[in-house]
C-alpha cells in the first residue's frame, strides 16, 4: 500500500480525484483527458491494480479500468489525509457526470475540504475498517465518552490466570510484540516501564506514525512509522482485523501483541504496565515492582482520581462539545493538580518510592504545557507554575531510558494535526519551551 500512497503523492490530486469520477475508462482516454502520458497514467493505474484498487478488463485492443469505489475511498481518504499537509478527510460528495452523450446516476466521490466542519475518524464494523465515527464521541451533554479497551488477557510469569481471573499467557523470549505511538500518553506508559524494566530486547516495538488519519494508525514509514516488521501491515486496523475478525470496535494503542497466537493480549495501558512489571522477572527483566501489595490501596486511590480527571480529564475539556461539560472538566482537573501538588510533599506521589501512580500520572504531565494547555483548553495554569509536579516529571524523566521514550515533536504533531475539528489549520505551534 505504501506503493501506492507513494505513486499517488506524484500525481496532483485534482487528477487522483479525477480518476474516482470517471468510472470506467481507457487508460488512453484518462491520459487524454486529463493531459498526462499515457505510460504515466498506465503506470498508475496498474500500481492501483496491485493494490486492489482498480479492476481492468481487455475489450478489443483497449483495456478498460473500473473502479472498486469502497476500496479506493478508504485508500484516498488515508492519502489524502496523511499526505496533503493541511487536508481534511475526505467528505463523499455527489458529482454528476456525462458518459457516451448519457447521464447516468453519479459516483459518489471524495473531495479533498480545507473548509472545517467535524473531524471523523474510524473504528472497525464487522471488520471492515469506517471512517465516519466522530474523533471524540460525546454523549448528550457534550462530555467526552471513552469507548472500553476489547483485548484483556493477561501475560504471566508462567501463564496462570491474570488478577481477576483473565485467560492467562506464560511471558516468553521472542513471543510478543508491543505497538505504541510516541504521542499517545496511554502508549507512553507502556514505554516508559518497559524502559525502567529493562525490555528492550525481551519486548521489541513498532511505533505507529503521529498522523491518526482516514485510515487510523499507520505504520507507513512515509508517515513517520517505522514499518511493521511482525506483520508486514500498513495499519494497526488490519492488526485488529487479524486478531478478531469481524469485530466491531475502536483501534487504539497501545496493543500487546502475540506472534506465536497472532493475536492480541491485552490493549488497555493500565493493564500492560501491571503485566509488564513482574511477567519477565524470571528472564532477565531489571528489578522494580511498581504496585507493591502494601501500597496497593492507596496507588488505586490515586489512579482512580488520576485517570478520571486527569489523565482522561484534559480529554474530557478538550473534547467537550458543550460550556457546560468543558467547565466541568477543566475545575476538577485543575482542582485534582492542585490536590496532586499539596500531596506531593516528599519525591513520590504514595509512599517514598516510585509507583505506577507516578509513571500514570508523567504521561500527561509531559504534555500538559505543550499540548493540553493549549490545544485542550486546559488553561488556568501550567505545569510550570507547580512546582512540585514539575520537579516530579523531570525526575521520573531523568530516570533511565526514560527520556528516550520522549518525543515532543511526534506529541505535538500528533495533536495539533490530527484533532481537525479543534485545530482546523492544523498549525503546530512553536513552543513554549519545556524541561525534557
Ligand atoms: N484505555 C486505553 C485508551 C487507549 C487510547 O485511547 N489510545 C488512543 C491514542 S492516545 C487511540 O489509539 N485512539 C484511537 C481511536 O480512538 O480511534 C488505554 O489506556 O490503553
Not at 136 to 154: K, M, V
Not at 340 to 367: H, K, S, Y
Not at 404 to 417: A, F, N, V
Request: charged share 25%; with cysteine; net charge negative.
Amino acid at each position: 500500500m505504501q506503493r501506492v500512497f507513494e505513486a499517488l503523492a506524484s500525481v496532483p490530486r485534482r487528477k487522483i480525484l479525477a480518476y474516482l469520477a470517471h468510472a470506467e475508462l481507457s487508460a488512453g482516454e484518462i491520459a487524454a483527458r486529463f493531459d498526462m502520458s499515457k505510460p504515466s497514467i498506465s503506470q498508475h493505474l496498474s500500481i492501483l491494480e496491485t493494490a486492489g484498487l482498480v479492476s481492468s478488463e481487455k475489450r478489443g485492443q483497449f483495456v478498460y479500468y473500473r473502479l472498486v469505489p469502497d476500496n479506493l475511498t478508504n485508500t484516498l481518504n488515508g492519502f489524502v489525509q496523511e499526505v496533503c499537509p493541511v487536508g481534511r478527510p475526505l467528505k463523499r460528495e455527489s458529482a454528476a457526470r456525462r458518459d457516451g452523450g448519457t447521464r447516468r446516476r453519479a459516483e459518489r466521490v471524495p473531495s479533498c475540504d480545507h473548509s472545517g466542519g467535524e473531524s471523523t475518524m474510524g473504528m472497525l464494523q464487522d471488520g471492515v475498517w469506517t471512517n465516519d465515527t466522530p474523533v471524540a464521541p460525546t454523549d448528550a451533554s457534550g462530555n467526552f465518552q471513552r469507548a472500553e479497551s476489547g483485548f484483556r488477557d493477561w501475560l504471566t510469569r508462567d501463564g496462570a490466570a491474570g488478577p481477576d481471573g483473565q485467560a492467562g499467557v506464560p511471558a516468553a523470549a521472542d513471543r510478543y510484540h508491543l505497538y505504541v505511538s510516541l504521542a499517545c500518553p496511554w502508549a507512553h506508559r507502556t514505554l516508559v516501564v518497559r524502559a525502567l524494566k529493562g525490555l528492550e530486547t525481551l519486548l521489541p516495538v513498532t511505533v505507529v506514525g503521529p498522523l491518526m488519519g482516514a485510515q487510523g494508525w499507520s505504520f507507513a514509514e512515509a508517515f513517520g512509522g517505522t514499518g511493521d516488521p511482525v506483520n508486514g501491515v500498513d495499519h494497526l486496523h488490519q492488526l485488529y482485523a487479524m486478531a478478531r475478525p469481524g469485530m466491531t470496535g475502536k483501534v487504539t494503542v497501545p496493543v500487546l501483541w502475540d506472534k506465536q497466537a497472532r493475536g492480541i493480549v491485552n490493549n488497555e495501558s493500565s493493564e500492560i504496565i501491571r503485566m509488564l512489571n513482574t511477567a519477565f522477572d524470571d528472564l532477565g527483566a531489571k528489578p522494580g515492582d511498581f504496585y507493591p501489595s502494601e501500597l496497593r490501596e492507596e496507588i488505586d486511590a490515586v489512579n482512580a482520581r488520576v485517570y478520571d480527571t486527569v489523565n482522561n480529564g484534559v480529554y474530557r475539556a478538550g473534547f467537550a462539545t458543550t460550556q457546560d461539560a468543558y467547565d466541568k472538566a477543566v475545575h476538577a482537573l485543575f482542582d485534582s493538580l492542585d490536590w496532586l501538588e499539596d500531596r506531593l510533599t516528599g519525591e513520590w506521589l504514595v509512599g517514598d518510592r516510585l509507583t505506577e501512580a507516578d509513571i500514570r500520572l508523567f504521561t500527561t504531565l509531559v504534555r500538559f504545557d505543550p499540548v493540553y494547555h493549549g490545544h485542550f483548553k486546559c488553561n488556568i495554569r501550567r505545569l510550570l507554575d507547580y512546582p512540585r509536579l514539575r520537579a516530579l516529571a523531570e525526575r521520573i524523566a531523568a530516570l533511565p531510558g526514560v527520556a528516550d521514550t520522549i518525543d515532543l515533536d511526534q506529541i505535538k504533531t500528533h495533536y495539533y494535526r490530527s484533532h481537525k475539528d479543534i485545530n482546523p489549520t492544523g498549525i503546530v505551534p512553536a513552543g513554549p519551551a519545556v524541561p525534557f
